[in-house]
């Protein structure tokens, strides 16, 4: 016998998915407020191989967007230097124990998946139709295993110096064909230009500010209309331009710590750089606070994605 196609029904699990939503956003909210932010705290790689971005124990994979910036969030809350994050059934397999891992004890992350569903049409037909469907999982740090032991540093692993990122910044300007010019004493990127300027390299304090600067102003190239096509120019105290600030923020973060270089955000010298209140002031004025998050966090993801995929095709062609 055929199994029966079970039909969508938009009501279903609403309570879940509204609990899910507030615990969401109320993380975001809370480490806004009390300004524990990962993209504005300093970072640098350990040599253990699983510091950084978060990382699913099973796959291998790093998580993505607000996943990303959720599970970083919660381990600076909570102590966590162990970014692997699986659930109770990836744990077992993995040989761990999940004694003592309640319901609620973990961090809820969410995917959207495109499923099917049947509409009967007005003459009684049956279409298939498709639409996302957001889904939530629980997932525990691994350091919540009674059995976890923390693997040992590499003492031989070294951060990336800054000369090198350096150069993985002048190889994304040049791939790009971004227009590049140092002088003055401030940083900005002019998207009517497609121009970075950042001071001369004896201005910078220290060598992990220009390099913090340059790949700020690069994440704002991201927007210009040849690329992702984000409205740029906006001014200061505008809803826009504090967007466009955490996307620069958040995409730089990520792209660094990629690159495995050092993070150290209060080294940006871009007026108004990583200032928590204008994000404070944005999210109050949001309407769609969770949607609003939720959109500035992809766009994040896809700008640090171009800007990493930019330098790799430069790295391929030498």
């Not at 992990?208 to 096509?229: N, Y």
């Not at 896809?302 to 330098?311: C, L, N, Q, T, V």
Request: overall charge neutral; hydrophobic content about 35%.
């Amino acid at each position: 016998m055929a199994k029966s196609k079970r039909k969508y029904n938009p009501k279903k699990s609403k309570e879940w998915n509204e609990k899910c939503e507030q615990a969401w956003f109320d993380t975001f909210a809370e480490a806004i407020q009390t300004n524990h932010l990962p993209w504005q705290k300093p970072w640098k790689p350990n040599g253990t191989g699983f510091d950084g971005i978060p990382m699913n124990l099973a796959s291998k994979k790093e998580y993505r967007g607000g996943n990303t910036m959720r599970l970083m969030i919660e381990a600076m809350f909570r102590g966590w230097t162990d970014l692997r994050f699986a659930t109770r059934k990836q744990l077992i397999n993995a040989g761990l124990s999940i004694k003592g891992l309640k319901n609620g004890s973990g961090c809820i992350v969410k995917y959207a998946e495109r499923k099917p569903y049947e509409e009967e049409q007005d003459d009684g037909t049956i279409e298939i139709k498709y639409r996302w469907i957001r889904k939530w999982y629980e997932v525990f740090n691994i350091e919540q295993c009674e059995d976890y032991e923390a693997p040992k540093p590499d003492p031989t692993a070294e951060v990336k110096p800054t000369h090198d990122m350096m150069k993985h910044f002048n190889d994304y300007i040049k791939n790009e064909g971004i227009t590049f010019k140092t002088g003055g004493n401030r940083a900005f990127y002019r998207s009517s230009a497609d121009l970075i300027q950042l001071p001369t390299h004896d201005a910078f304090t220290t060598p992990i500010g220009e390099v913090m600067t340059a790949f700020h102003e690069a994440g704002h190239s991201t927007g210009h209309t040849s690329r992702l096509k984000r409205p740029l120019g906006n001014g200061f105290g505008s809803k826009a331009y504090a967007f466009e600030e955490l996307i620069a923020e958040l995409s730089s973060m990520l792209v660094v710590m990629r690159l495995g270089g050092e993070f150290v955000p209060d080294s940006v010298q871009e007026e108004n750089a990583n200032n928590a209140a204008y994000l404070q002031s944005w999210l109050k004025a949001c309407e769609d606070k969770d949607e609003a998050l939720g959109l500035a966090f992809h766009e994040a993801q896809k700008a640090a994605d171009y800007m990493i995929e930019s330098i790799k095709k430069g790295d391929e062609e030498q």
